[in-house]
């Protein structure tokens, strides 16, 4: 977290976590959790706020 002049301390901005997979074969590989944890570490790095999450989970048109 910053600081203003002053000494005022600035908030975090807010971000939110949205993960996805459109076919079942995907959530083998690349799971819903690995894309979330990534995304953590990422909004850590940027120093954001995750304000919340979200998760799909496409059709197999198969």
Do not use: H, P
Not at 29 to 52: T, V
């Amino acid at each position: 977290m910053g600081i203003r002049k002053g000494g005022e301390k600035l908030k975090k901005k807010k971000c939110y976590i949205y993960t996805r997979v459109s076919t079942a074969a995907q959530t083998e590989g690349y799971s819903l959790e690995a894309q979330k944890e990534r995304l953590r570490q990422f909004a850590e790095y940027k120093d954001l706020e995750i304000a919340g999450m979200r998760q799909w989970y496409g059709r197999d048109e198969e």
